[in-house]
Nanobody, 119 residues
């Protein structure tokens, strides 16, 4: 059974920092692209950052220069370091694992962790 468990969310003032972590189990972690998505109230879920199995990264324009995604394949974890947080970053953040192999797509989601940035 695949599990993605996020941690590290919380309440922080604008300009502050948080580090989110996602622990994965039940999957061949090194073969998956990992990502962080977020969903604010009454908005659609959006991509924040992704990191491929070979370490290539991709960021939403709104977080470039402020957020950093990283992975540790030995520990089956992916992290999102968030700095200079803004109230607009307030959302539930979800960890995602995605793999396309031989026309088969496997996608998994964590339960989410709340990040609240006060002004």
């Amino acid at each position: 059974q695949v599990q993605l468990v996020e941690s590290g969310g919380g309440l922080v003032q604008a300009g502050g920092s948080l580090r989110l972590s996602c622990a994965a189990s039940g999957l061949a972690f090194g073969t998956y692209a990992m990502g962080w998505y977020r969903q604010a109230p009454e908005k659609e879920r959006e991509l924040v950052a992704t990191i491929s199995s070979d370490g290539s990264t991709n960021y939403a324009d709104s977080v470039k220069g402020r957020f950093t995604i990283s992975r540790d394949n030995a520990k089956n974890t992916v992290a999102l370091q968030m700095t200079n947080l803004k109230p607009d970053d307030t959302a539930v953040y979800y960890c995602n694992a995605d793999r396309k192999l031989w026309r088969i797509t496997n996608t998994y989601w964590g339960q989410g962790t709340q990040v609240t940035v006060s002004s």
